[in-house]
């Protein structure tokens, strides 16, 4: 099992930039494909971005590609999420997820996400 810690949320204005930060803990975290996700008032939850084991493959939402950037360094476990652009749809609670099925994969389901974070507020003002 990973445990999961987000970070860096916080108040925003509309264009401006935030830096979510998901620290992970626990056996073999560095061969999991990692994933943020976000769920806004009154929506499901749904995926931002995702990056294999190793940082080779990513995948993002339509809505947020060319704003938004997902890195991870295995040499300290942490995996980032960039968000430049914002806007106040960008409004959410943000979660970091591993996922151990299909690791060398990007994109997956949400339902094969294993471990989740408490998640971090985002709020963007316009």
């Known amino acids: 099992q990973v445990q999961l810690v987000e970070s860096g949320g916080g108040l925003v204005q509309a264009g401006g930039s935030l830096r979510l930060s998901c620290a992970a803990s626990g056996r073999f975290v560095s061969s999991y494909a990692m994933g943020w996700f976000r769920r806004a008032p009154g929506k499901e939850r749904e995926v931002v971005a995702s990056?294999?084991?190793?940082?080779?493959?990513?995948f993002y939402a339509d809505s947020v590609k060319g704003r938004f950037f997902i890195t991870r360094d295995n040499t300290k476990n942490m995996v980032n999420l960039q968000m430049n652009s914002l806007k106040s749809e960008d409004t959410a609670v943000y979660y970091c997820a591993a996922r151990r099925s299909s690791p060398s994969t990007a994109a997956r389901p949400i339902a094969e996400y294993n471990s989740w974070g408490q998640g971090t507020q985002v709020t963007v003002s316009s």
């Open positions: 990056i294999n084991w190793s940082g080779g493959n990513t």
